[in-house]
């Protein structure tokens, strides 16, 4: 109980620092916010900000290890029958009909996206994470499909789900940054999804099915 409560109020500290960092760097742009005005306006020390972030991109990119285990965690967790391809259509599907920020299709997510392009330092900080994000998918495919270690269908399965999300993610962005109605937006990102996990179904539809109780493996 008091282990719970302590990593409880960690959390609850870490998650403010990140929201007051957040703050400051949405109105004053990313480069323009140091750590120490971080710490202060958060009223901790420089030392404590670095306990909780590596880095003053991780600030950002608060939940960044979030979605970098975003879509293997989507595979992981499919249902029953259900394929790599299906469990990461049906999970956006599911964030774009909430408005859930975790493809990046929330409100507020214009300004987020900005803040990126104005920044070489976040720019470099979210390829990789892209990066990383694909090689977790990568990995957790190759685990859950039993590949051997130099089979590459894992990672090019990978690779092909990553460029439809970021794509997908990509043109939100894009047409939110020039004004749109981000309603609108989601309402075409659904059209256009729809054309491109079916596109993906069609190729790699079959890859890394769950089996139901009961079902025979093939050979």
């Known amino acids: 109980m008091e282990e719970g409560l302590r990593e409880r109020k960690k959390r609850e500290t870490r998650q403010r620092i990140a ?8 109105r004053r742009g990313f480069d323009n916010v140091t750590v120490a005005e971080v710490a202060k306006a958060a009223d901790v020390s420089v030392n404590t900000v670095f306990n909780y972030f590596r880095t003053k991109e991780d ?24 394929t790599a391809v299906g469990a990461v259509r049906r999970d ?20 987020f996206a900005q803040r990126v392009r104005e920044s070489v330092a976040l720019q470099s900080r979210v390829r990789m994470l892209d990066v990383q994000r694909e090689e977790r998918l990568a990995r957790t495919l190759a685990e859950e499909s039993d590949a051997d270690h130099d089979d590459p269908d894992p ?10 999300v970021n794509a997908l993610t990509r043109h939100f962005a894009i047409r939110q940054m020039a004004g ?3 309603a609108r937006i989601r309402a075409d990102i659904g059209r256009h999804a729809e054309r491109a996990f079916d596109l993906l179904e ?13 079902a025979l493996s093939l050979p």
């Open 59 to 82: 600030l950002f990119l608060d939940r960044g290890e979030e979605t970098e285990d975003l879509l293997a965690r989507a595979v992981r967790e499919r249902r029953e029958g259900e």
């Open 92 to 111: 956006f599907f599911e964030s774009l009909e909430s408005g859930d920020w975790r493809y990046g299709m929330s409100e507020g997510m214009d300004l």
């Open 19 to 26: 929201d007051i960092a957040m703050g400051l760097f949405l």
């Open 180 to 182: 749109e109605d981000p």
């Open 155 to 164: 990672w090019l399965v990978s690779a092909q789900i990553c460029a439809v």
């Open 202 to 214: 069609r190729g790699i539809g079959d890859y890394c099915a769950r089996p139901a109780p009961g």
